[in-house]
């Protein structure tokens, strides 16, 4: 049982959800956009996250859009990882969303919810980092259209009254070769120790990680060591790691050495793979 | 514009095919909506953290966690839970292949499979064990469940038929 009350409004356009969320933010009523809501649920139920009123954005038709147009890929941010996984339009981003949770969570989360959510994981955002998405957020400001890595530094940052409407993708991206694997501790569903996405483009691999950090992340500085190919790739994997933008994560699924551990032997599967593509 | 305070809103709910109208919490999960509202207890608490499915009812055919969505959200859907289902192949087979054990997670399960076999008639190994991790049981060893999975698509196979 959630321990407090909250209102709740359904929104069916992008102008009213904005409209409602100024007028609940200016009484003081700490409003927030409600997608899939499994997050907001059960924070709340636990007293970790408050709010007076939840905006719930599933109704607003942009949100709900997954097609190809002029060459992008549009993803709105209502649409559940089922859909994303059962529909295959970007087959990356499907295999990674299909790992997410559970068959019958995913028919309620959305991938908005997963990118923007406080979940360290967020494992749908690792397709997006790849292939250089542009993030549509709406917002008092207006809607705007930024790169996502502007907007994506280890987790989204949307300003006051901003939500995610949807995520373009170049079409040529989703069809590029790729890999992604997910390490758990025991069985088929849960969090990650390690797991990596990664994509081939102009025989450059690029490669992202959820579960090795408090964050996802995709850096640069990795991907070209990793592509150094005069340098043996064992010894290639071993500076990489040495490069991470943040400590090892270590939790009760895995000790940071442990991961270390995982995440080598991981990206020599991965690298190895995609290098013979 | 002031925007109103509203304590409690008035909702009709689509439940087992029955048009219910109910008062409830705009922040009532649809799980206590089920049980304490309208009095259908099938739908289990558990964890009401999204993991072990006791609580999953269908929406629009689709198997749901009842303990993580809202029964505001479910206004003009198509609740069914346990009590709607009435000697469905699913129902029966579980007598069948003795798919239970204490029974407490048993409705959450028969949701989820009832929907897999009507979504999915085709469904390998692969899908049905995708499907079966939705849901958690402490007694079987998920077998005699995954049995009469089975033995419900193998019957629609051979009968070149599929329940909806």
Known sequence: ?277 | MTIPRIPKVSIDLLVNNEMRNVVVRPSDTLLRVLREVLGLTGAKPGCENGDCGSCTVLIDGWPMKSCIMLAVEAVNQQITTIEGLKDTPIQNAFLEQWAFQCGYCTPGFIMNCHALVNIHPDANDKVIQEWLESNICRCTGYEEIEAAVKSVLSKQRSDGRYSH
């Open chain 1, 1 to 277: 049982m959630i321990p407090f009350d909250f209102e709740y409004y359904k929104a069916t356009s992008i102008p009213e959800a904005i409209y409602l969320f100024q007028n609940l933010f200016l009484q003081g009523r700490n409003p927030l956009y409600y997608g899939g809501g499994t997050e907001i649920i059960t924070l709340a139920r636990t007293n970790r996250i408050y709010t007076e009123a939840v905006i719930d954005i599933k109704g607003i038709p942009e949100c709900n859009v997954f097609a190809h147009h002029d060459h992008k890929l549009l993803v709105g941010s209502a649409v559940t990882l089922t859909r994303v996984s059962e529909e295959r339009l970007f087959p990356l981003l499907s295999r990674t969303c299909s790992e997410a949770a559970d068959q019958t969570a995913r028919n309620k989360i959305t991938v908005g919810g997963n990118i923007c959510g406080r979940i360290i994981f967020r494992e749908a955002v690792l397709s997006f980092l790849l292939a250089d998405s542009d993030i549509l957020i709406a917002g008092p400001s207006g809607i705007n259209k930024k790169p996502i890595h502007e907007i994506f530094k280890q987790r989204m940052r949307l300003q006051r009254g901003e939500f995610v409407v949807q995520v373009h993708t170049d079409t040529d991206y989703t069809k590029l070769p790729f890999i992604a694997v997910k390490k758990r501790r025991i069985g088929s569903v849960g969090y990650p120790v390690v797991t990596i996405a990664a994509m081939k483009k102009e025989q450059l691999v690029r490669v992202a990680f959820s579960g090795v950090c408090a964050f996802p992340f995709r850096s640069h500085q990795i991907e070209t060591i990793l592509n150094d190919r005069l340098t043996p790739l064992e010894t290639r994997i071993e500076r990489a790691v040495r490069h991470l933008p943040a400590p090892l994560l270590s939790n009760t699924d895995a000790s940071a050495e442990y991961r270390a551990f995982v995440l080598k032997n991981t990206l020599l599967d991965v690298l190895t793979a995609l290098e013979e593509v």
